[in-house]
Each structure stands twice: as structure tokens, then as C-alpha cells.
């Protein structure tokens, strides 16, 4: 069973479709959680929401303000663990509906789409 097929869990998207998406003018909001050192390594060329796990405390009273709860939202890590548990997390305990995890994560983006976008 793929596993985009699970319910409550987010659907897989690929570094090149993300990428398609965004060239192509969709409202995607995307949210990163990885740590300040990485994103400081490596970023996407777009706006993203920077929601690092580890402060969650920080962030987490406001989510409400900061997530659209039925825009599409695209979650990214370094390689798509933290994001697929913090994407599950979100639908199956906030009730968010339409999100997507970055497959392969930034890693896949620096493979995949740009290799400016260093590798660590």
C-alpha cells in the first residue's frame, strides 16, 4: 500500500511535481521544520514557513493564525520523516485536510530540481 493511500496521512509529492506546482502559480503554503542550522545549509528559492519541531512550544499556540486550515499545505524536512510525522500530526490532530510531504525532502529538491541548493 502506497503510502499516500493511508487515511489521515499526507500525500506524497515529489521534489519536480512541487516544483511544476509552484512554477505553474498554485497557492501552496509551504512549512519547513527543519532546525535554524539547516535552513540556514539549505533552502528553498520560495517562501516557506519556518516551524522547527523543536521550538513547537513557540509556535504551536498561534498555528491557528499562521495555517490556513484549507489551503493546500506542503510540508519539508531534510529527507521527508520529520515532515511526513509533523503532515500526519497535523491532519490527524488539528483537523488540517489538504497536505502534501515533500518526498525526498530538500535533498530531493537539491537532486532533483536545483542543484545550487547545497547538500548536507
Do not use: K
Amino acid at each position: 500500500m502506497d503510502e499516500s493511500s493511508l487515511p489521515g496521512t499526507p500525500r506524497s509529492l515529489s521534489a519536480v511535481e512541487l516544483h511544476r506546482r509552484l512554477e505553474g502559480g498554485e497557492p501552496l503554503r509551504i512549512v519547513d521544520v527543519r532546525e535554524d542550522a539547516e535552513l540556514t545549509l539549505a533552502r528553498l528559492p520560495h517562501a516557506v514557513l519556518h516551524l522547527p519541531l523543536s521550538r513547537h512550544r513557540e509556535w504551536l499556540p498561534d498555528l491557528e493564525n499562521r495555517l490556513e486550515r484549507h489551503q493546500p499545505l506542503v510540508v519539508l524536512c531534510h529527507a521527508g520523516i520529520r515532515s511526513w510525522d509533523f503532515g500526519c500530526w497535523l491532519m490527524q490532530e488539528q483537523g488540517y485536510s489538504d497536505v502534501w510531504n515533500l518526498r525526498g525532502g530538500i535533498d530531493a529538491w537539491s537532486r532533483e530540481v536545483d542543484p545550487r541548493v547545497p547538500r548536507y
